[in-house]
Every structure is written in structure tokens, then in C-alpha cells.
């Protein structure tokens, strides 16, 4: 099982990221099956729950700091899950981490998730 995320960078305050998460391999399967989450650890900080959203992409759960800035979606025919990030502030500055759930729905518990990302870096300045 393997994801790979990609797309974080360095943007400036109010700018815009996409963050994309692919699965490969047997992974690919758990991807359209289950729900998938993005999570964020800043230095020092805990890492915590940004955007999930269940099997279909219908149902979905964002943090309170992110939410109507940030967008969950994702492709079943490319397995790949998405994060539109817009409005970008400082403090979303982080280390973000996909990540496969092993429920069909949205979760936002940290323990409910199996396979993990290795994190892409986003960096936001003032």
C-alpha cells in the first residue's frame, strides 16, 4: 500500500495550492473503497484532522480553521484524493499527510486511518 503526496510548496498569504494524493499498487482498491483524509503537523503541534470525506466523495468533514477555504474531492478512476486550498493564512503552514481510512465513511479520528502519506511540505508567508 503506498500514497504519494504531492503539490505543497511555498505560497504567499491569500494564495491557492492543490495537494494531490495518489495510490498505488494493492492500495488502489482501499482508495475506492474507503474513506481518505488529509492531516496537517505543523512544528511542535500535534497532527490533526484538515478534510475527510467517505468512499463516494459525498459525504465530507473539514476542520473549523479550513472550513469554506479548503476543499476535499477525489477522482475513483485516477485514485487520487485532492485538497483545493484557497485563502491560504500563515498558520496553515504544515506538513500535510493523506491518508486511507478503513471505513467507507468520513472520519475525522486519527486512529480510524491505516495507510499514510509521507507528507508534503506547505509553507505560507506573510
Known amino acids: 500500500v503506498q500514497l504519494q503526496a504531492f503539490g505543497g510548496g511555498l505560497v504567499q498569504a491569500g494564495g491557492s495550492l492543490r495537494l494531490s494524493c495518489r495510490a498505488s499498487g494493492r492500495s488502489g482498491r482501499a482508495i475506492s473503497d474507503n474513506g481518505v483524509g488529509w492531516f496537517r503537523q505543523a512544528p511542535g503541534k500535534e497532527r490533526e484532522i484538515v478534510a475527510a470525506t467517505d468512499w463516494r466523495g459525498v459525504s465530507t468533514n473539514y476542520a473549523g480553521s479550513v472550513k469554506g477555504r479548503f476543499t476535499i474531492s477525489r477522482d475513483g478512476a485516477k485514485n487520487t484524493v485532492y485538497l483545493q486550498m484557497n485563502s491560504l493564512k500563515p498558520e496553515d503552514t504544515a506538513v500535510y499527510y493523506c491518508?486511507?481510512?478503513?471505513?467507507?465513511?468520513?472520519?475525522?479520528?486519527?486512529?480510524?486511518?491505516?495507510?499514510w502519506g509521507q507528507g508534503t511540505l506547505v509553507t505560507v508567508s506573510s
Open positions: 491518508a486511507v481510512s478503513r471505513y467507507s465513511g468520513s472520519t475525522s479520528a486519527r486512529e480510524d486511518y491505516s495507510y
